[in-house]
């Protein structure tokens, strides 16, 4: 079961696509098919337009609150890409997540200099 587990990790890592936040931080997303993305849990998403995060949420801020879930409704008609962040271990955390990819820029290559 240990080898089995440690695969999937190593696939999700293989698939994830790579962003810088605001603050520098950078974050390993995993893609999600777009046309049957889904709220799932207590999970961090992000939808993009290209290189423009258009959203950052949790399926709880879309039921809880009517901006939110206007802001994801107008996100979701004109994304092209969605991703899953990594679950934070908090809700300070989380809150700090969302507001660091919502300036996020995916990263093509990472450069020593």
Do not use: C, K
């Not at 994304?79 to 507001?99: C, D, K, S, Y």
């Amino acid at each position: 079961m240990a080898v089995a587990e440690r695969f999937e990790d190593l696939r999700e890592a293989a698939a994830a696509t790579n962003w810088r936040g605001r603050s520098g931080r950078f974050y390993a997303l995993l893609p999600l098919p777009v046309d049957a993305f889904a709220l799932e849990g207590d999970g961090l998403y992000l939808l993009a337009r290209g290189a423009d995060v258009l959203w950052v949420g949790t399926a709880a801020e879309v039921i809880a609150e009517a901006a939110r879930r206007a802001a994801f409704r107008t996100a979701l008609r004109v994304a092209n890409a969605a991703f899953h962040v990594a679950l934070p271990q908090g809700e300070i955390e989380r809150m700090t997540i969302a507001w660091d990819l919502e300036g996020a820029e995916p990263l093509v290559g990472l450069r020593l200099t």
